[in-house]
């Protein structure tokens, strides 16, 4: 059975990177129909807080990602925030300790950190075994520590042999002999260690992949140690290379957004945004870069992950993002442009509601020169403020003959019997057949006079949109400065 899982820690919000991981981890879930587990490593309690974790499962959700296991859920490997499986811990350690792969140590911090100097000012690595440690543990001491109340640590005996990993993207990867030295797992206060609690958690969740990202790879020695000491079969490890800015560097808030939930609140549309993390660090087999949600699961294969680091490139996320927005169905769309609408204050939550219908197309006409969710009201304020006032003052032959058909124009908009498309690009084509005006100039003009832009949605559509009182008060102005 493959079982893998996502193990944030929640101590901010889910960034690009932590998402890729979910994600990675999600599809090869899917893929394979195996199971996806979210473990909340909390640990730090100093750091980790709830609403981190809410959050957290928030943005997760809105990509899409969904769990089969987790601390919202539940499951059979539960409790699913390590915060909570202290006693899973305590007995693991205890195992250990009885089969003398572990030891305590009776030492004040001080004591180790004193040691740890010691050895380098000897031009020594400071790898600390249990002959060094067990000297702290006199009758004396042992007893003191008990009057006081006071716990020892327990410290891992690190194997001194070479460790080899089979990892999926990496490849080989070799940790010399004596790498490390003996290091601890528990705390004098019962907390684990990382990388004790990760094995634990790993172990009793019986994750078969672990997939994550490669700043994690120098764990992995005290990670393989420990599966050895519990005798388990060692899960199949994938360490996804990391995601770099433009620059080359480690992607970081100097690069600009990089967390999910700012790209929620900039309008990217979550299947834009799975579709582009999907495409850091991994390829469809033909090369495709619009996939459907459905067609990365089918094709996302481990072998098919870039050894190499990607890149996160803005522009290309954006012009994704743009691609979605155009494509996706309109009713969707309206939706999730709602509160940007409401938001910017061009209508109230009642007329959003009360005008879908124009709204609708509205967002229609301006869909396709955007982006980002977040900057279609901008291009919707030619329907709602009366835009500068052009002077159409015509001063050549060519321009006189557009200004007349421009008045031809506003007379019959004021009599349309119906207001749609049809007529009023029937009314458009009837004038420029019988009136003969320059169609270029025609065009550009009566567009400058009704939105002050050269470019923006079909012209139909504008004046659609608009509605005859604004089309005929913006023709008018306009037409009068003459
Ligand atoms: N909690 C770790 C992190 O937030 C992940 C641990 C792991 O995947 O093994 O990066």
């Not at 944030?8 to 979910?22: E, I, K, M, N, Y």
């Not at 520590?145 to 990867?173: A, C, H, T």
């Not at 002999?177 to 003996?182: F, K």
């Amino acid at each position: 059975m493959i079982r893998v899982r996502f193990a944030p820690s929640p101590t901010g919000f889910l960034h690009v990177g932590g998402a890729r991981t979910a994600l990675f981890n999600y599809l090869y879930a899917k893929h394979y129909g195996g199971k996806l587990v979210l473990r909340v490593e909390d640990t730090d309690i100093s750091r980790s807080t709830k609403e981190f974790e809410e959050q957290l499962m928030e943005a997760l959700l809105w990509l899409g990602i969904t769990w089969d296991e987790g601390p919202d859920v539940g499951g059979s490997s539960g409790p699913y925030r390590q915060s909570e499986r202290g006693e899973i811990y305590r007995d693991m350690v205890i195992d250990l300790l009885k089969r003398d792969l572990a030891y305590k140590v009776y030492a004040y911090p001080e004591e180790i950190e004193g040691l740890h100097d010691k050895l380098l000012s000897e031009g020594k690595a400071p790898h600390y075994d249990h002959s060094m440690l067990e000297s702290f543990n006199s009758a004396d001491r042992v007893s003191e520590f008990e009057s006081k109340q006071l716990n020892p640590v327990v410290f891992f005996k690190m194997p001194r042999k070479e460790y080899r990993l089979s990892d999926k993207i990496k490849g080989e990867v070799v940790f010399k002999e004596g790498a490390i030295g003996d290091f601890v797992i528990m705390r004098s206060n019962g907390q684990p260690i990382y990388n004790f609690a990760v094995v634990a958690d790993d172990i009793s969740m019986e994750i078969s992949h672990v997939i994550r990202g490669d700043d994690h790879l120098s764990n992995t020695l005290r990670q393989l140690a420990l599966y050895e000491a519990f005798g388990v079969a060692i899960p199949s490890f994938a360490h996804v290379s990391m995601i770099l800015g433009p620059d080359g560097k480690k992607l970081s808030k100097r690069h600009g957004d990089t967390s999910v939930e700012q790209f929620r609140e900039k309008g990217f549309l979550p299947e834009a945004f799975f579709n582009f993390l999907a495409l850091l660090g991994w390829s469809h087999p033909d090369g495709k870069e619009i996939l459907r949600h459905e067609e990365i699961v089918e094709s996302f294969t481990i072998e098919r992950v870039n050894t190499s680091a990607a890149i996160f490139d803005d522009a290309k996320v954006r012009w994704m993002n743009g691609v979605y927005i155009r494509e996706t169905d309109l009713d969707r769309i309206t939706d999730l442009t709602i509160p940007f609408i409401v938001e910017s204050k061009l209508m109230t939550s009642e007329e959003v509601v009360a005008n879908r219908k124009w709204l609708r197309r509205a967002i229609d006409s301006v869909r396709k020169g955007v982006e980002t969710l977040s900057e279609v009201p901008e291009k919707m304020k030619l329907y709602f403020d009366d835009p500068e006032l052009t002077q159409f003052s015509p001063s050549s032959d060519s321009e006189r003959e557009v200004y007349r058909a421009l008045e031809a124009f506003k007379d019959r908009v004021e009599y349309l019997d119906s207001w749609n498309n049809d007529e009023i690009i029937g009314t458009i084509r009837a004038i420029i057949k019988d009136m003969k005006p320059d169609r270029k100039g025609f065009y550009m003009t009566l567009r400058n006079i009704l939105t002050s832009a050269e470019e923006g949605p079909e012209l139909v559509d504008v004046i659609f949109l608009l509605g005859r009182n604004k089309t005929l008060n913006r023709l008018q102005r306009a037409l009068r400065m003459a």
